[in-house]
Each structure stands twice: as C-alpha cells, then as structure tokens.
C-alpha cells in the first residue's frame, strides 16, 4: 500500500522518519553531515555534563573534604619531623645533646674545616626568607624547619664543596660524619640567626 507525503508516494511500511533520513542522506548530505555533527556533539555534552554531576555528588557526600585532607598533610609533616628527630638530630655528635640544643667545639671545628660557614654566609639571608614562609609557632617547629630548609638545598649546586669533603671524611677526628652532619650544625645556624631576626620566639631559651 502507498501513501502520500509532501506528493512523494511511498510504502506504507516506510515510516516518515526513515523517509526523512533516506531524503537526507541521497539529496542533502552536507545537511545530513551538520545533523550527524549536532548528535556527537550534544551526546559529548550530555556525558561531560553526567561526570560533572557526579564529581559535585562526591562533594556532596564527603562535605569535609578540605579538612581530611588537611589532617592527612599534618599527619605527614608530624611524621617527618619524628624521622628528622630520630635519624639526624638525635644522633648528631656535633651539637650538645642538652635543650636548646647547639653547635658544640667539634661541631664548630666541622662547621669552619668543610668550608660550611662560607656556603653559609652566602645564602643565610636567602634561607631566612625561605624559613619565614614556614608556620613556625614553636621553638621546636623553629629547629626543625631550618633542618628542612638546609636539606631542600642540599643538592645544589654552592653545597657540592660539603659534599666532596663528607666524602673525603667518613669519619671526622675519629667521629663518624654523614653529609646530615654538616647540614645540621648549618640547620642550627640558621636557626640561631633567624631568633636574632624574630626575637618574639627567643622568650622560651
């Protein structure tokens, strides 16, 4: 059976649709081609707009987010400064173990023979800086971010000299020396010289 559209006669089992599509397709592709187009690019943003929706259902669901992941930084930073406790400050032979603790008279003759005054000299006021953008509010969060500081900076370029001299040294006057040696008696250093810049914190020495 036929039927009519638009004059065209056509099988009744041809639905409009599929009339529509094959019209397209033989006398109007590049129209065809704009509509095949539209599809990908609405289908594109249908499933950008689902993962978006998604992502703001997470938030949703674990609203403390910013405070998890806050207490999972604090918890990494207490644990690196428990290792730099037990690992570097702990064991160093080149400060007395007493509290504040300090550079001691091997500590100095290290500090001076492995030409770590003079790397330190040049850079102090340039590790300050770095020192003062820590959240210092402690005489021990004071030591050990300047033990921070000197070991984010123990493989440039100006600590080369140091590291040379650890290496002719393994044992210094009969002492065992690790390159942490030098970096911490320089840690206490810098340290010292930031309490001279910010003598608020001196009040519990």
């Known amino acids: 059976m036929w039927v009519c559209y638009g004059g065209v006669g056509i099988k009744k089992k041809t639905t409009l649709m599929e009339y529509l599509f094959n019209l397209l397709i033989q006398d109007y ?15 594109i943003t249908i499933r950008i707009n689902t993962s ?3 992502t703001s259902d997470l938030r949703t669901k674990v609203p403390n987010m910013e405070r998890l992941l806050a207490k999972i930084d604090a918890g990494l930073s207490s644990l690196n400064d428990t290792l730099l406790g037990k690992s570097i400050i702990d064991k160093s032979c080149y400060s007395r173990d007493r509290s504040p603790r300090s550079v001691n008279e091997l500590g100095e003759k290290l500090f001076k ?3 770590a005054d003079a790397v330190y000299l040049s850079i102090k006021e340039e590790l300050a800086q770095e020192l003062a953008l820590k959240p210092i509010k402690s005489l021990l969060q ?8 000197m070991l984010a900076h123990q493989d440039d370029s100006a600590f080369l000299p140091l590291q040379n001299f650890v290496y002719q040294h393994p044992a210094y006057n009969d002492t065992p020396l690790a390159y942490t040696d030098v970096l ?22």
């Open 142 to 149: 004071l030591q050990t971010e300047s033990l921070n500081v």
């Open 113 to 115: 023979e492995s030409g």
């Open 184 to 205: 911490f008696v320089m840690a206490l250093k810098l340290r010292d010289f930031y309490l001279t810049k910010h003598p608020n914190l001196n009040a519990g020495l």
């Open 29 to 43: 592709q590049q129209i065809a081609l704009y509509l095949v187009m539209l599809y990908f690019v609405v289908w």
């Open 52 to 54: 978006y929706l998604k």
